[in-house]
């Protein structure tokens, strides 16, 4: 039985934003299938249809990384709200055991480390993103001391396969000096990791702030507290249905 959650504008956000990730990955997939169960019949290679051929060959050999892409948006994106909901998986048996006070300390403790860890992915993402951008990444192995003064541009690497329309070439004027591109560039995709783990540390935030005011002495939920509630509401359930039907 989960915990009720009054869910935010940002919170409803995320989740559709999640649901139409799985719903573009499902549609991309199904289109694929269909594509390819086409290509072996014979009216595949007629002359009347070598308008569409050419293009549904070409979203096919490009669905595979679609569907790469959309998957690490939904799981990378999809982390921060994990924390939201408190859907991590953790074991809680120990708290169980310790006093209020405790269980406080233990949870400003987790949150401390789960806030370092998030700052730490934050750098890593940003400094592996930025050169793909033209933005400078900054100094320091792993604590930000500024930003680089000389680096290397990327901004002209491309993904694979997924082509680029033309609707998007006004980016090749910004980022990779007006020489069009054929493919979508790096950066655009690869985005999810800075803003993923910058949405990871702010909800962590917020956590600290739960815990700082007293209003959650715990950063998961109890899951196995949670089961037992649900599996003694339903025996109860169950017991007073029979109760009725003897009634009857």
Not at 125 to 140: I, K, M, R, V
Not at 213 to 237: F, L, P, T
Request: glycine content about 6%.
């Amino acid at each position: 039985m989960q915990e009720s959650i009054k869910l935010s504008r940002t919170d409803q956000l995320e989740r559709n934003f999640s649901a139409l990730m799985l719903g573009l990955m499902t549609m991309v997939t199904f289109i694929n299938v269909v594509i390819r169960k086409l290509q072996e019949l014979d009216f595949w290679r007629s002359d009347w249809f070598a308008p569409l051929a050419e293009p549904l060959s070409n979203f096919g050999l490009q669905s595979l990384e679609i569907t790469v892409f959309l998957f690490a948006w939904l799981v990378i994106i999809g982390t921060a709200y994990t924390v939201r909901i408190k859907a991590q998986l953790g074991v809680d048996v120990a708290l169980h055991y310790m006093s209020h006070a405790m269980r406080k300390l233990s949870a400003i403790f987790a949150v401390t480390a789960c806030i370092i860890y998030s700052l730490l992915l934050l750098k890593g993402s940003y400094d592996y993103w930025a050169p793909f951008a033209n933005l400078p990444p900054t100094d320091g192995r792993w604590f930000p001391e500024g930003f680089k003064g000389r680096y290397l541009e990327q901004g002209y690497y491309e993904v694979n396969d997924i082509m680029m329309p033309a609707w998007g070439q006004f980016l090749s004027d910004w980022f990779n000096y007006g020489e069009a591109y054929e493919k979508i560039p790096r950066f655009i995709p690869y985005f999810a990791l800075p803003l993923g783990m910058a949405m990871l540390l702010w909800r962590y935030l917020r956590v600290a702030v739960d815990v700082a005011q007293g209003k959650a002495d715990m950063i998961i939920a109890s899951h196995e507290a949670e089961d037992m509630v649900e599996e003694a509401a339903q025996a109860n359930q169950t017991a007073d249905n029979e109760a009725k039907n003897k009634e009857a």
